[in-house]
């Protein structure tokens, strides 16, 4: 597959920007390629995240003004239907490629074939023409994306979600740094693609300066949040009645996949100094650490549970696993503040999520998260990843009981100009940016 990529990324003439005439049309129909996670999985376990929620609402907010939108995902059980309407105009397709379970993310460069060609079956039951465009997420993706859009005469337009070089260059002590070929992979996917979408301005900067991106081909599109879903609703006190949880204590919440990158050690770690620091605490805090493990996680399932105990505040900490997107509403409006300590993030769709719901967020200052968490105002940035910085954030929290009502309503006005509508509509002028150059192109090859 290595020299066809080579040979086809050759044929790729950077395009310029361009102003696009109303009459341009969007796509009629979209393959939206995910091939390591469903968009049908639970998010916070496995490899299921906010690429998830992602694909999820851009797919049904896409229907909504009018492209139709096919998912195509590899099967991960025996015996699931060919395809699922997730939503009108929402269709998931499964793909048989490789065995149903027990196929860790990094096998499944071996099972692309096999998925290329379950794309290509269903693409060969329709008439020409069939799909207009393909949207591919993450690496993996962008792989049988490429072969698919050449084949179909398409344009390509590609997510990255996460990057390689970006990640292996704040590595977590003791994370497993993701492996050239991944590297080689994301850098033909880049030359091959007639747009890459980013999700912030960071991120586009990553891919001109990491991967050789040319600017020009780069759009920034910022991910929504459902504000139906995720909104202050009744308040704090009625979602910790729900709960069970105790009306004044102080809650910092973890909510994701439990991995090295997500780092919840490091808010462990500081809610241990606090204790350490104030013993009367203890009857008044309660940490929930909702997901499940993840990645380089699974090696050590109980890793962060011993580690609570370790530090002797295993009576503080509740683990919960994975919830409904609907239950974990109901988490963000209960806490006190959401603690984000992540090593890396492309954006971080739940500090946005904690945010409509009400609640502020600290995080570490990476990735998209500047992005999502206005400083000093909707939450507070951390500088690096030191549990003492953390527990002195989340001191003020303890200390002020007016600071998270105060932050949460300045959360919850930020968080509003994310809506998915305009995420949506962002992205189909993408598309359309995309068609426009991807004929023009065509037509300038055969004259």
């Given at each position: 597959m290595s020299q066809y990529v080579s040979r086809l990324a050759g044929t790729l003439a950077a395009p310029s920007r361009l102003r696009l005439p109303g009459h341009h049309r969007r796509p009629r129909r979209v393959a939206m390629l995910s091939v390591h996670t469903s968009p049908l999985h639970q998010p916070g376990t496995g490899d299921a995240g906010g690429m998830n929620v992602y694909i999820v609402e851009l797919a049904r907010r896409l229907a909504a003004i009018g492209v139709e939108v096919e998912i195509f995902t590899r099967a991960t059980t025996g015996g699931l239907p060919g395809t699922v309407e997730l939503a009108p105009g929402v269709l998931v397709r499964h793909v048989d490629a490789g065995p149903y379970e027990g196929l860790a993310k990094e096998d499944l460069p071996a099972q692309l074939c096999a998925f290329t060609h379950g794309v290509m079956r269903a693409w060969a039951g329709h008439r020409p023409g069939h799909y207009d465009l393909v949207h591919s997420h993450y690496w993996l993706s962008g792989h049988v994306g490429w072969l698919?859009?050449?084949r179909w005469g398409v344009p390509l337009v590609h997510a990255m979600h996460t990057m390689a070089?970006?990640?292996?260059?704040?590595?977590?002590?003791?994370?497993?740094?993701?492996?050239?070929?991944?590297?080689?992979?994301?850098?033909?996917?880049?030359?091959?693609a007639d747009r890459l979408i980013a999700n912030t301005a960071e991120e586009a900067g990553e891919l001109v300066r990491h991967y050789g991106a040319v600017p020009a081909k780069v759009a920034v599109v910022h991910p929504g949040v459902n504000l139906d879903r995720f909104r202050v609703a009744d308040g704090r006190s009625a979602a910790r009645a729900r709960l069970g949880l105790p009306q004044d204590a102080v809650i910092p919440l973890f909510a994701g996949r439990i991995q090295p990158l997500k780092a919840p050690d490091v808010l462990l770690r500081a809610v241990a100094l606090l204790l350490a620091e104030d013993p009367s605490l203890r009857s008044r805090m309660v940490v929930p650490i909702v997901g499940g493990p993840s990645g380089s996680g699974l090696a050590k399932p109980e890793g962060l549970?011993?580690?609570?105990?370790?530090?002797g505040i295993a009576d503080v900490v509740?683990?919960?696993?994975?919830v409904a997107q609907d239950r974990l509403a109901d988490w963000f409006r209960a806490a006190s503040v959401l603690v984000m300590p992540?090593?890396?993030?492309?954006?971080?769709?739940?500090?946005i999520e904690a945010q409509?719901?009400?609640?502020?967020?600290?995080?570490?200052?990476?990735?998209?998260?500047?992005?999502?968490?206005?400083?000093?105002?909707t939450g507070f940035l951390v500088a690096g990843h030191d549990p003492a910085d953390y527990a002195r954030v989340l001191r003020r929290f303890v200390d002020d009981h007016c600071l998270t009502e105060r932050m949460g309503a300045a959360a919850a006005a930020h968080a509003r100009c994310f809506g998915w509508d305009s995420a949506a509509s962002a992205t189909a002028e993408v598309y359309t940016a995309a068609m426009h150059e991807h004929r023009r192109r065509v037509r300038s090859h055969h004259g």
């Amino acid at each position: 597959m290595s020299q066809y990529v080579s040979r086809l990324a050759g044929t790729l003439a950077a395009p310029s920007r361009l102003r696009l005439p109303g009459h341009h049309r969007r796509p009629r129909r979209v393959a939206m390629l995910s091939v390591h996670t469903s968009p049908l999985h639970q998010p916070g376990t496995g490899d299921a995240g906010g690429m998830n929620v992602y694909i999820v609402e851009l797919a049904r907010r896409l229907a909504a003004i009018g492209v139709e939108v096919e998912i195509f995902t590899r099967a991960t059980t025996g015996g699931l239907p060919g395809t699922v309407e997730l939503a009108p105009g929402v269709l998931v397709r499964h793909v048989d490629a490789g065995p149903y379970e027990g196929l860790a993310k990094e096998d499944l460069p071996a099972q692309l074939c096999a998925f290329t060609h379950g794309v290509m079956r269903a693409w060969a039951g329709h008439r020409p023409g069939h799909y207009d465009l393909v949207h591919s997420h993450y690496w993996l993706s962008g792989h049988v994306g490429w072969l698919a859009a050449e084949r179909w005469g398409v344009p390509l337009v590609h997510a990255m979600h996460t990057m390689a070089k970006v990640k292996n260059a704040s590595l977590a002590d003791g994370d497993t740094p993701e492996p050239a070929a991944r590297v080689i992979g994301e850098t033909q996917i880049v030359d091959a693609a007639d747009r890459l979408i980013a999700n912030t301005a960071e991120e586009a900067g990553e891919l001109v300066r990491h991967y050789g991106a040319v600017p020009a081909k780069v759009a920034v599109v910022h991910p929504g949040v459902n504000l139906d879903r995720f909104r202050v609703a009744d308040g704090r006190s009625a979602a910790r009645a729900r709960l069970g949880l105790p009306q004044d204590a102080v809650i910092p919440l973890f909510a994701g996949r439990i991995q090295p990158l997500k780092a919840p050690d490091v808010l462990l770690r500081a809610v241990a100094l606090l204790l350490a620091e104030d013993p009367s605490l203890r009857s008044r805090m309660v940490v929930p650490i909702v997901g499940g493990p993840s990645g380089s996680g699974l090696a050590k399932p109980e890793g962060l549970q011993k580690l609570a105990a370790r530090l002797g505040i295993a009576d503080v900490v509740q683990f919960r696993p994975p919830v409904a997107q609907d239950r974990l509403a109901d988490w963000f409006r209960a806490a006190s503040v959401l603690v984000m300590p992540s090593h890396s993030e492309s954006f971080g769709l739940v500090a946005i999520e904690a945010q409509a719901a009400g609640t502020p967020v600290v995080a570490a200052a990476v990735g998209g998260l500047p992005v999502a968490v206005r400083d000093g105002r909707t939450g507070f940035l951390v500088a690096g990843h030191d549990p003492a910085d953390y527990a002195r954030v989340l001191r003020r929290f303890v200390d002020d009981h007016c600071l998270t009502e105060r932050m949460g309503a300045a959360a919850a006005a930020h968080a509003r100009c994310f809506g998915w509508d305009s995420a949506a509509s962002a992205t189909a002028e993408v598309y359309t940016a995309a068609m426009h150059e991807h004929r023009r192109r065509v037509r300038s090859h055969h004259g």
